[in-house]
């Protein structure tokens, strides 16, 4: 047993030493002009197919992927942050994507035999030493179910499908403007969000609370995988002037069609914003600083009325469970959220997205 100890610690000592001398004088080839061993792809991509399917969430916990709405808000992040890579579906990659080593699929490749669940884990991981990064944030898994909604829908969108999906609308005034035309592709070019209803109305909110928004989400403050990529490639200049560009002007708002709604969800939410509820013990009165008001109160609170349902809903759950942050007003809404059950944050939601826009 001896004798095997000691060969073993000299074979692991030359190979310690081999090793050495390989880094510390550059002898193995980085090159990308040159693949791996034989054998070395198959062993990598067995790894990686392996542990993707050991680390992504259950099929029972995808949700529903197919809201238009979502696949639209997927697709437009995709175009800003991972078309440059696995092009758009039915598009050639560029000469220099296809020399990279592994070269990224085209995305129609990229999403084969893969099931949405395992697309997620992908999305949200990233892959080491492959070039495909991990989602921005760690948190608000819900951002990344969108892009799974658009991915789940590639292997039977044409291109001509998918530059309609994600074509900005025009903004003549503003000419040529990338940004703002980055901007207005998911928030449209009158802030409406474009009627998605994952996509909030800036058209309602202040400049000065769309400025400190965007700059929360360059810094990390308040987190969204989506927002951070988008604000990341602005500076506070950029964010004063989109601010005044989207933000509401008194008597501009636009109108826009009653949605349908649950009348007793909305009157459960009325009492429940106004204080005028039993369970306002637990829960501030919304619309001390949300409104609906007579006159707005500060610049710095948004407005909910006319905001998406479903927007406003998950927001509500963020806050509850106080992974949403952004301003020094964020520890406020972290305890009215606190005692909020679901069927509260369902009345909330109803009864500001069934309000007319103030």
Known sequence: MRRFLLHTAILAGIAGVCGALVVGFGLFDVSARKGHLPGVSWVLHTAFRNAVELRAPSAEAVPDLSDPDLVALGARH?????RVCHAAPGEART??????????????????????????AIVKHGVKMSGMPAWPTDRRDDDVWPVVAFLTRVPDMTL????DLVAAPERTEQGDDTTVAYCASCHGADGRGRDNAHIPRLDLLSEAYIAATLAAYRSGARESGI???????????????????????????????????????VARGRSLATGASPASTKVPACAACHGPWPQRLSADF????????????????????????GTARAPLMHEAAR???????RALAAFYAAQPPE
Do not use: K
């Open 78 to 82: 995709y175009d800003g942050a991972c």
């Open 95 to 120: 000469a220099t994507v296809r020399a990279m080593l592994p070269a990224p699929p085209p995305i129609r490749e990229a999403v084969a035999d893969w099931e949405p669940q395992h697309l997620f």
């Open 160 to 163: 001509a499908q998918y530059e």
């Open 227 to 265: 927002m951070r990529h988008a604000a990341s490639t602005l500076d506070d200049t950029d964010d004063a002037r989109l601010a005044r560009l989207f933000a509401r002007q008194d008597g501009e708002t636009a109108p826009q069609p009653a949605p349908a709604v649950d009348a007793d969800l």
């Open 302 to 325: 948004p407005r909910l009325s006319g905001q998406p349902e479903p927007y406003l809903r998950r927001q509500l759950e963020l806050w509850r469970a106080e992974e949403r942050g």
């Open 339 to 345: 005692a909020l059950e679901d069927a509260d944050i």
